[in-house]
């Protein structure tokens, strides 16, 4: 588990780093109420979303827009992107790396 200074943290619960899956990586990320990501970009991964409890806000390049849950939504490679929860409840969601990152591609 990867903890934040600021409350967040994210779990990797599949990649090929601990099982036997090839070319994604899975886990799921907790956002504390007013809590959110940097807007960054993966060169050559792709990032899908799926929400499953709690509001906040994406912005994926541009675009900026509700996310509640339910929803879906998919950052392509070479896009910035931040995850913000303006909400009043933890935001929790699922994400998905296609391909994985270098560091969930390493066995140990």
């Known amino acids: 588990m990867t903890r934040f200074e600021e409350g967040r ?6 990649a090929p ?3 036997v899956v090839e070319g994604v990586a899975m886990g799921c990320h907790c956002m504390p109420p007013g809590t959110s990501n ?5 060169e050559t991964e792709q990032e899908l979303f799926f929400v499953y ?3 906040g806000k994406a912005i994926i390049g541009e675009r900026e827009f509700r996310i ?20 009043s ?3 929790r969601f699922v ?3 296609s391909p994985p990152l270098e560091s969930q591609k390493k066995r140990g």
């Open 9 to 14: 943290y994210s779990r990797l619960t599949l």
């Open 17 to 19: 780093a601990s099982t």
């Open 38 to 42: 940097q807007m960054h970009i993966h």
């Open 53 to 55: 409890s709690g509001f």
């Open 68 to 87: 509640e849950p339910e929803t879906s939504f998919i950052a392509s490679p070479g896009v910035a992107h931040r995850i913000i929860n303006d909400g």
């Open 89 to 91: 409840e933890e935001l």
């Open 95 to 97: 994400w998905v790396f």
